[in-house]
C-alpha cells in the first residue's frame, strides 16, 4: 500500500511524476473543502511538500495526527509553523545551497537594472523615444560601489563573492560577525548610512520582521538603492513607499512583497523602482535541483529514516547524510 502526501502550492510535474511513484498524492488546490477533506483523510497523510511561499500553520499540521515530515520546496520555512511541527516530532526539510547562484544572480541583475535604468532605456526605444528625442538620459554605474548585505549566509555570501567582480567594496551585517574578508556592522542603521546599495538577503519571519525600518531606509538616503531578495517582510513597505515617494529613499529593486502577489500601487507609477514576481530562484535549472531535493529528502526520510536538508530547528529529530 502506498503512503499519503498532501502537495500544497505549485510544484513541478517531474516532481509530480516523482511522489506518485511512492504516495497516494492529494493536490491542496485541487481540493474544493478543504475541512471535510481533513475530516476524511486527514489521518491517513504522512508527508506534505509544499512551496516556500505557502503557508503550513498549527492547525493544519493538528489536523494530520500520522503527519512524519514536511518537505518545503525552497530554502525559507518562514510559511512553515516550524516550532509546532517540531513539537510534534515532525521533520521539516528545505532546499539549501542548490539555489545560491541563481538568488546571488538575481540580486545583482537588480542593482543593475535599477542602476543602469534597463527598464526605462528598453522602453525608450520601444517607445519611439530613441528616434524623437535622442540619447536617454545617463545612469549611474555600480562599478567600485559600496554595498552593505544585510545576512551574509550561503546566499549573502555568495552575492559579496560575485560582487567583486564588479569592485565592490562590501561589508555585511548579521546578528553574529564571520570570519570573512568583508567589513563586520553590529549597527544596520551605521552600515546603511556608509553604502550606496543595501542588499536584503536574511531569512524571514518574527526575528527579521521590519529589520529595515524608516530610520534604516532614511539612513540609505536619497542617492541610496534598496534591494530585496529575502522575504517582504524584512522591510516596513508602507514606510519604504513612503520614503521613495518623498525621496528620502532614492532607487529600490524587489523580488519579494509583505502580501504576495499584492503589490502596493504606488509602486506601479514609479521609475525608479524595478519590481519582480518573487522569481528569485525561478530559472528551470535551479527549479529542477530544488525539486530534486525536495523529493530526495521526503524518499530518503521513509526509505532510510534518513534525510540530506533538515532545517536546524528539526536537525535533532533525524539523522542527516
Ligand atoms: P542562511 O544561510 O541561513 O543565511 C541567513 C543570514 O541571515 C545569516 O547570515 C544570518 O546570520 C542572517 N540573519 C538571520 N536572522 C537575522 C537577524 N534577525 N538580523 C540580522 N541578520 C540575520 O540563509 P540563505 O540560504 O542565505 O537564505 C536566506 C533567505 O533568502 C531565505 O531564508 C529566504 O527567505 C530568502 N530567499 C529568497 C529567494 C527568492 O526567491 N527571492 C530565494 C531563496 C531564498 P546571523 O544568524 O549571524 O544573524
Ligand atoms: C522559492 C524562495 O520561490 O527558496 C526560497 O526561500 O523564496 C524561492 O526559492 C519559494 O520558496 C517558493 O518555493
Redesign the pocket.
Known sequence: DKRELLAI??MTPRMMEAFARNFVVYEMAAIGDPESFLREKGEGIEAIA?????KVPAALIDALPNLKMIS????????IDTAKAVERGVVVT??PNV?DDD?ANTAILLMLAVSRQLVRDDRWVRSGNWKAKGAAPLTRSIEGKPVGIVGLGRIGETIAEKLQAFSCKVSYHSRNRRDVPYAYYSDLRQMAEEVDYLVVITPGGAATRHLVNREVMDALGPEGTLINVA?GTVIDEAEMVAALREGRLGYAGLD?FEAEPHVPEELFTMDNVVLLP?????TAE??QA?GDLTVENIERFFAEGKVTTPVPEAAHLVKKG
Open positions: 502550492g505549485g509544499t512551496y516556500g511561499a505557502e518545503c520546496y525552497g530554502v525559507g520555512y518562514d510559511g528545505h532546499t539555489l538568488v522575504r519579494v518573487h522569481v528569485g530562484s525561478a535551479t527549479r530544488m
